[in-house]
């Protein structure tokens, strides 16, 4: 028996009909990138996220690369992240120049271990990045705080918890959040 790890065709087949014309429109339009429909997707996406904005981009990747980037996070620096993640995360900090620097998971959520992240920050650590997983978000309050306490941009990579909260923000709740659509 072959039992898919991922199956989309029966949510497919739900919305079919809209999908389908959704995609007609584009291909009808030609505005494959930068069109009408980005554009009404990151209207209601920042709205989802109760959030002023939102910047659409080719993939959850490229929004970690760019938020490095445009935080000045550079070569020689160190990102602190949690090894539970998708190869994008520590992807996106070595295409800045930077270092990973890993803090264990926890065992009651396999999310990054708040306790263990100060011992790991340097004079060269510049940003955190916390990874919230299959919905689950990490203590944002201690991250937050240890950023403020020692002057670090906090990056949350949110590409596994659309709509998640945390004490009843939606996330990102720090300085950025990046999403994923890739299934």
Known sequence: MNIPLV???RQYENIK???DAAIKKILGNSQFINGEELRTLEKNFAEFCNKKYCVGVSSGTSALFICLKCLGIKQGDE???SP???IATTEAIRLVGAKAIFVDVNESNNLIDVDKIEEKITEKTKAIIPVHLYGNV?????????????NLKVIED???SHGSTYSGQVVPISD???FS???
Do not use: H, P, W
Not at 138 to 150: F, P, Q, R, V
């Open 7 to 9: 199956n989309l065709n």
């Open 17 to 19: 009909e809209e999908v």
């Open 79 to 81: 990102v602190v992240t």
């Open 84 to 86: 539970s993640t998708f």
């Open 138 to 150: 990490c203590d944002m309050k201690k991250i937050n705080e240890l950023a403020e306490k020692y």
């Open 158 to 160: 949110c590409a596994q």
């Open 176 to 178: 950025v959040g990046c």
């Open 181 to 183: 659509f890739y299934r």
